[in-house]
Structures are given as C-alpha cells and as structure tokens.
C-alpha cells in the first residue's frame, strides 16, 4: 500500500457504528444489536486515482462508562466519522458534544470529518433528525453531510471513500504547504479544501463550502 490511515467512528451507543463497519469492512449486516464492548477495528485497503490506501478502522463504543478508553484512541487518528441516528433527536443534538471530544483529543489542526446520519432506512415518519436540519448543522460546522444505511447499504461505501479522500487530500496538501514554506517562508494550498454537501440515497446535492482546516493526525 501507498498509505496507511486511521479512522475512528465516533457517536453515542446504538446509532450503528459497528453496522457501518461491518458493512464497509465485510459487507455484511447483523439485526441483532451486540453492544461494543471499548474498541473493535478493522481493516480494508482502497484504491484511490491509482493508490493503495489501507484504512484502519476503528469502532468505539458510545457508552459514558467508556469514555476513558476512548479517548486514548483519538492518538494517531486521520479521519473521523461522527455518526447518529436519524430517528434519534437525541443523538443527534450530542453530535455537538463528540465534535468537541474530537477537538479536546486531536491536538494538530485538520483531522478530517464527516457527519452521518444514518438507519436512514425506516418508516419516514419516524424520521425526526430531518435532512434540512441535519444540513445546516453540517455546513455550519464545515463538514460534510452523508444520510446512510448500512442495513439496505445506502451510501455507506460513498461516505467511506469521500473521509478517505480528505484525509488523503490534507495529507498531500499539508506536505505541499511544508515544501512551499521552506522555498517561500509561507505556504498555501491555493484555497482548495474538502467538498461541501450532502449524499443522500446515493445522490449529491450541492453544499456550503467546507472550512475544514488542513491536517495531519492527533498527536
């Protein structure tokens, strides 16, 4: 492989993080729900505009009790998917609270993120974190949007590979900024940054412009 990153999914208990790693690690998917116990991780390699990527990923549990253990983990991280559950208001309003876990955690500027929503699959009456709601929040916090499904397999891929492109991206930008800065004494990456927007069913819709700083990983 080209690269090697580290990716952790973060939100509170039952949202289906480790569903969304069982479906992008092994395509599979259990309807029984077994509560994380700490960490689980796995592990897939992608291939990116023709490079290997190997993605460790990581799966915490969202449990208080665990927080301790947690946080250890934020050490090393590139990426972080910060995952609720649309039927779950609650959930979602706590989004707030692990963005600033991740904050607390990640010294260095920049880990990549994105917000899922997902079991994005149900009863659309019983839909109570709406799309609208869920895009503004996203776009004011800078970060991308992805409504999932890891039970019908509904973006979950997609939002996988666009967190991987980030972190790849950054990554590259990052080393052109430190090359630019000791040829020039300040270097920039020419206004580019991670797309905005929002992937529903497979689809984009055109976001607000994403402030997401330039990175490397928690320290």
């Known amino acids: 492989y080209d690269h090697l990153f580290k990716l952790l999914i973060i939100g509170d208990s039952g949202v289906g993080k480790s569903s969304l790693l069982l479906r992008f690690a092994d395509n599979s998917f259990s309807g029984n729900y077994i509560t994380t116990i700490g960490v689980d991780f796995k592990i897939r390699t992608l291939e990116l505009k023709g490079e290997r990527v190997k993605l460790q990923i990581w799966d915490t549990a969202g449990q208080e009790r665990f927080r301790t253990i947690t946080a250890t983990y934020y050490r090393g991280t590139h990426g972080v998917l910060v995952v609720y559950d649309v ?44 799309t609208e709601d869920a895009s503004r929040f996203s776009a004011a916090m800078g970060i ?12 979950v891929e997609e939002m996988f590979r666009s967190l991987t492109e980030l972190v790849l991206r ?42 997401q700083k330039r990175s490397g990983c928690c320290k």
Do not use: M
């Not at 989004?95 to 990549?112: D, M, P, Q």
């Open 87 to 130: 039927s779950d208001g609650e959930s979602f309003a706590n989004v707030k609270r692990w963005l600033h876990e991740i904050e607390a955690n990640c010294s260095s500027e920049g880990v990549s993120r994105v917000l899922v929503g997902n079991k994005n699959d149900g009863d659309p009456s019983k839909k109570v974190v709406l």
């Open 144 to 155: 991308q949007l992805f409504e999932t499904s890891a039970k019908d397999n509904i973006n």
């Open 170 to 211: 950054s990554k590259k930008e990052a080393a052109l900024s430190e090359s630019a800065s000791g040829a020039y004494g300040n270097g920039g990456n020419g206004g580019l940054g991670p797309p905005g927007g929002i992937k529903i069913g497979g689809k984009s819709r055109p976001g607000t412009k994403s402030t």
